[in-house]
Nanobody, 127 residues
Framework: VQLQASGGGLVQAGGSLRLSCAAS????????TGWFRQAPGKEREFVAA????????GYADSVKGRFTISRDNAKNTVYLQMNSLKPEDTAVYYC?????????????????????WGQGTQVTVSS
């Protein structure tokens, strides 16, 4: 599966952005998906994750209550709605997908388990 992330940009603190991750090749309904981010000089970190069914979600403490991960099966796209943005949210955001071959329905917070990655989209939040 190929992943194409988009939707990044420059926004003032307190603003909102919605990132999109479009999949081609296979349907997202057979994958668990996640969003990660990497700020300059820092390691990539987990942001949000969605189980294969879309019924389970997980978030980093730093974004809980502000960010929402969701999926549109018809569009084969995963979204990250980001509200109340802060300057510390500035980073390159990556979407990732892990194929699921069983009926398990977990979400995954470790980047090591994801097999497919998008190219990243820059989010810059000004103070």
């Amino acid at each position: 599966v190929q992943l194409q992330a988009s939707g990044g940009g420059l926004v003032q603190a307190g603003g909102s952005l919605r990132l999109s991750c479009a999949a081609s090749g296979r349907t997202f309904s057979t994958y668990a998906t996640g969003w990660f981010r990497q700020a300059p000089g820092k390691e990539r970190e987990f942001v949000a994750a969605l189980s294969r069914s879309g019924g389970r979600t997980g978030y980093a403490d730093s974004v809980k209550g502000r960010f929402t991960i969701s999926r549109d099966n018809a569009k084969n796209t995963v979204y990250l709605q980001m509200n109340s943005l802060k300057p510390e949210d500035t980073a390159v955001y990556y979407c990732a997908a892990k194929p699921i071959y069983s009926s398990t329905d977990y979400y995954y917070t470790s980047e090591d388990v994801y097999a497919y990655w998008g190219q990243g989209t820059q989010v810059t939040v000004s103070s």
